[in-house]
T-cell receptor, first 112, second 113 residues
Framework: GAGVSQSPSNKVTEKGKDVELRCDPI?????LYWYRQRLGQGLEFLIY????????KSGLPSDRFSAERTGESVSTLTIQRTQQEDSAVYLC??????????FGEGSWLTVV | GNSVTQMEGPVTLSEEAFLTINCTYT??????LFWYVQYPGEGLQLLLK?????DKGSNKGFEATYRKETTSFHLEKGSVQVSDSAVYFC????????????FGRGTSLIVHP
């Protein structure tokens, strides 16, 4: 596609429910990144994919968070048993090798 | 490890004032350097970039020069507008090792009419 596409754009969920966030990277981009941004804060690195492997999962905040990627295409970030502190915008970005990374518009998650 | 340090915000200016947002970095080799802008309620957009020493990135009246000797990439604009109000992030992509970009904490810019 023309840009990085994320869905849903907004999600309100009840505490304890599971959520899935989807990211469609720019076609041909081999690298894919997930970040979390709490309200008024900077970017918190979560995970990075090179192709469909994840060389660096060090940023995942707990075992409730997991992510997968199909080939060099769609990625899904799953948060199990959501907590209120998970409320944030989840940003996906993609790049071709070490070139510029491009961000999606984000998925705004609110846990009530 | 790699790091990016930006000046603390918010930066508050009147319209048509001169803007500087400082950014310094720590990295081995020759990283690529970027400025991203985030308008309220939106994702990050690439503003400008520079990939080697002494390169100047420019876009929409904003400029930044890659200074290897001072490990800096300061963002400047000669005359800001109200529509420039946003959060600005400095970032680097390393030239070797991990592909993971490193971002600064962001600097909020508020421009008053």
């Amino acid at each position: 596609g023309a840009g990085v596409s994320q869905s849903p754009s907004n999600k309100v969920t009840e505490k304890g429910k599971d959520v899935e966030l989807r990211c469609d990277p720019i076609s041909g981009h081999t690298a894919l990144y997930w970040y979390r941004q709490r309200l008024g804060q900077g970017l918190e690195f979560l995970i990075y994919f090179q192709g469909n492997s994840a060389p660096d999962k060090s940023g995942l905040p707990s075992d409730r968070f997991s992510a997968e990627r199909t080939g060099e295409s769609v990625s899904t970030l799953t948060i199990q048993r959501t907590q209120q502190e998970d409320s944030a915008v989840y940003l996906c970005a993609s790049s071709f090798q070490r070139n510029t990374i491009y961000f999606g518009e984000g998925s705004w998650l609110t846990v009530v | 490890g790699n790091s990016v340090t930006q000046m603390e915000g918010p930066v508050t200016l009147s319209e048509e004032a001169f803007l500087t947002i400082n950014c310094t970095y720590t990295a081995t080799g020759y990283p690529s350097l970027f400025w991203y802008v985030q308008y309220p309620g939106e994702g990050l957009q690439l503003l400008l970039k520079a990939t080697k020493a002494d390169d100047k990135g420019s876009n929409k009246g904003f400029e930044a020069t890659y200074r290897k000797e001072t490990t800096s990439f300061h963002l400047e604009k000669g005359s800001v507008q109200v529509s420039d109000s946003a959060v600005y992030f400095c970032a680097l992509i390393p030239s070797g090792g991990s592909y993971i970009p490193t971002f600064g904490r962001g600097t909020s810019l508020i421009v008053h009419p």
